[in-house]
């Protein structure tokens, strides 16, 4: 199944950035439970999102091409959801990119049983099958090709969030070019993808506010929570910032 056809099913609805109400911002969208290396069950985080009177969460699991579990992942989500019906729940991934042609290290049966598919860039892959060391990188090869590969998952992958745009590089040289991240907004918009505002990897939110302003793209809110005290802090940062409030 590929995006288009996933777009038919439950799934989340993003706005553009100049759209964005208090009732968007209220979400969180990246979220990682003891599924995989987040800390709290599904069940508790669902219950602490309800205490932070969330509107709408998403589970987005890390995941891999080899991945068996998802299935019961999936179905554990969807059951415990039964006991929060003022909430839209959605099953989700964060998969890697692998290549510059934006394929993903992800099994098609886990894309199609998702709501909602994070593309994200983790590693630097060497073109052999392996991956670049990090430490043997500058910060403009990082950045270059991190770029390289956003656009690929952008231009061709079956995503709906490009997530922690220029995470890579930030997290490792506090910088990721404003040019690259102008043209990773302006060319989600062909396909609507929507560009991830991700309060645990950017370094300055103001400046990547004012780029989303000029070039309003589509958006998601995701803290990266993996843990239940992290959950809805990318929603809180952006309403202290004074998004919201018309």
Same mark, same amino acid.
């Given at each position: 199944?590929?995006? %288009?056809? +996933? ?7 993003? !706005? ?5 109400? +208090?009732? %968007? ?9 003891? /599924? ?17 009177? $969330?509107? =709408?969460? &998403?589970?987005t699991e890390h995941v891999r091409e080899e991945t068996s /579990?998802?299935?019961? *992942? ?18 989700? !991934? ?18 199609? =049983? ?21 430490? %043997?990188?500058? &910060? ?16 061709? &992958? ?11 590089? $930030? ?9 690259? @991240? ?9 396909? %609507?993808? &929507? ?12 400046? @990547? ?8 793209? *589509?958006?998601?809110?995701g803290s990266d929570a993996h843990k239940v005290s992290e959950? =809805?802090? !990318? ?12």
């Amino acid at each position: 199944m590929n995006l %288009q056809a +996933r777009k038919q099913t439950r799934k989340p609805t993003f !706005c553009r950035f100049r759209d964005l109400a +208090r009732e %968007q911002l209220n979400v969180e969208f990246q979220v990682h439970t003891n /599924w995989t290396d987040g800390e709290a069950s599904i069940l508790e985080i669902l219950r602490a999102a309800k205490a932070l009177n $969330l509107g =709408a969460m &998403a589970f987005t699991e890390h995941v891999r091409e080899e991945t068996s /579990w998802f299935p019961e *992942f999936r179905d554990e989500v969807r059951s415990a959801a039964l006991g929060f019906e003022g909430m839209r729940i959605y099953v989700g !991934c964060e998969t890697k990119a692998m290549d510059y042609d934006g394929r993903l290290d992800v099994s098609d049966t886990v894309i199609n =049983a998702c709501d909602i598919v994070l593309g994200v860039v983790h590693r630097l892959p060497d073109g052999r099958g392996g991956y670049l060391d990090f430490k %043997q990188l500058s &910060a403009d090869e990082t950045s270059e090709m991190e770029y390289r590969l956003s656009m690929g998952m952008i231009a061709k &992958a079956p995503i709906d969030v490009l997530g922690h745009p220029g995470g890579m590089s $930030l997290r490792r040289h506090g910088h990721f070019p404003e040019a690259y @991240f102008r043209a990773l907004m302006n060319t989600s918009l062909d396909r %609507q993808i &929507a560009i991830e505002i991700n309060s645990s990897y950017l370094v300055d939110m103001p400046a @990547f506010l004012a780029l989303c302003e000029e070039v309003n793209p *589509f958006v998601s809110i995701g803290s990266d929570a993996h843990k239940v005290s992290e959950l =809805a802090r !990318c929603r809180d940062q952006l309403i202290a910032l004074g998004l919201g409030s018309s």
